[in-house]
């Protein structure tokens, strides 16, 4: 099993995948990972529809991935398509919003989506996470009620060809600090030599 930071290595969003079908006990596993993550208030807001009818499939990436969002149409090569959605009325949720301003609702759906992907890049599935589709067609085509906000599609598949593992990100320098917003290890000094952001 590879350690866990190898595997957050490798994972790499997948935009071309096989016909292969994807077994359902995989599906399933990914499910699990997801249902056991953290949320605000264990109020546990994630829901997922998995759509793997070929018929439905196509009809709703005809339908979510048209005019502006034609470019994400890569999605329906996928032989799942895992529709992420968080339930918006649930009580927490709502007093978070309103006298926070943090949406806990998406944080939590955050968190179970990544251990959906993670789970399924160790069994070897490719996935991509996707904003950029029709919510209103999601919601049409499966008939989703209000009280859910549709907030991802993850296509998952067995990959056709895999980006290379390094994938650009910034430097930790610039993400993280110790102590004060800028602040690099004991030191205080931003290490990358670059005007700390503020
Ligand atoms: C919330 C979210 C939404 C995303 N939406 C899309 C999308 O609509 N289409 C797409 O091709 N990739 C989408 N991505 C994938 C990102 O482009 C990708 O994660 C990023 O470029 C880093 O590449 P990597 O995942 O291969 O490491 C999305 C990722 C996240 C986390």
Request: aromatic share 8%; proline share 6%.
């Amino acid at each position: 099993m590879p350690a866990f930071i190898d595997l957050v290595r490798s994972r790499r969003s997948i935009r071309r995948f096989l016909a292969q079908p994807v077994e359902d006990e995989k599906i399933s596993a990914c499910l699990e990972a997801a249902r056991l993550a953290p949320s605000a208030h264990n109020a546990q807001p994630w829901r997922f529809v998995v759509v793997d009818d070929p018929e439905l499939k196509d009809r709703l990436c005809l339908a979510a991935f048209t005019g502006l969002y034609r470019v994400s149409r890569f999605a329906a090569q996928a032989p799942v398509i895992v529709v992420a959605l968080a339930r918006k009325d649930i009580v927490v949720h709502f007093v978070g919003r309103r006298i926070q301003s943090t949406a806990y609702h998406l944080i939590d759906l955050g968190i179970a989506g990544e251990h959906f992907v993670l789970q399924a890049e160790e069994l070897g599935l490719g996935t991509c996470w996707m904003g950029w589709f029709s919510r209103r067609a999601v919601r049409r085509v499966l008939g989703l009620p209000r009280r859910f906000k549709v907030v991802a599609m993850i296509p998952v598949g067995y990959p056709a060809s895999r980006p290379p593992s390094a994938t650009v990100r910034k430097a930790l320098s610039e993400v993280a600090w110790w102590n004060r917003v800028g602040g690099n290890g004991r030191s205080g000094e931003c290490g990358n030599g670059r005007t700390p952001e503020r």
